[in-house]
Nanobody, 120 residues
């Protein structure tokens, strides 16, 4: 089976930093995109950042210049470095990895979610 385990969430003050990690285990290969999504109470889940297999990245306008997404293909891990955090960044953050299993069926895999709270 494929499992994604997230870590790095927590409580920080405005202007602080956090680094989220998401590691995939199991027989996943042909990984395409890796990304981070977030969902605040009462709002829809939204894309925060994504990195494709070639290293090209895209960010939500609200996080450009503050967040950096990166990946380590050997470790099957995606990271999200979050700097200059604002209260509006408070949400549950979910990682997403698109890939294949031994049956060559491509699908999205999701992490369990990690809470990020930015508050004084």
């Amino acid at each position: 089976q494929v499992q994604l385990v997230e870590s790095g969430g927590g409580l920080v003050q405005p202007g602080g930093s956090l680094r989220l990690s998401c590691a995939a285990s199991g027989s996943i290969f042909a990984i395409n995109t890796m990304g981070w999504y977030r969902q605040a109470p009462g709002k829809e889940r939204e894309l925060v950042a994504v990195v494709n297999s070639g290293g090209s990245t895209n960010y939500a306008d609200s996080v450009k210049g503050r967040f950096t997404i990166s990946r380590d293909n050997a470790k099957k891990t995606v990271y999200l470095q979050m700097n200059s955090l604002e209260p509006e960044d408070t949400a549950v953050y979910y990682c997403n990895i698109n890939g294949m299993r031994y049956d060559y069926v491509r699908r999205d895999y999701w992490g369990q979610g990690t809470q990020v709270t930015v508050s004084s």
